[in-house]
């Protein structure tokens, strides 16, 4: 029996659907893209800055 002919079920206790796990890890997935994203976004503007100003000293 293939996991597309069981019904799923809902409500407080039951196990998560695949699509609804997918979904969640997705979503996960994405906010922690989008703060790398801004970490190194951010890292790259500083080098930036120190480079057009030159080296200290």
């Keep these: 029996m ?3 002919t069981v019904p799923q079920q ?5 196990p ?3 699509l609804q ?8 997935l994405n906010a922690d893209l989008s703060a790398l ?3 190194l976004q ?3 503007h500083a080098e ?3 480079v057009e100003e030159g080296p200290a000293g």
């Design 2 to 4: 293939s996991e597309e």
């Design 10 to 14: 809902g409500g407080a206790g039951q």
């Design 16 to 18: 998560k659907g695949l």
């Design 21 to 28: 796990q997918m979904e969640e890890l997705m979503a996960a």
């Design 37 to 39: 994203d801004a970490d």
């Design 42 to 44: 951010a890292a790259g």
């Design 48 to 50: 930036r800055h120190v």
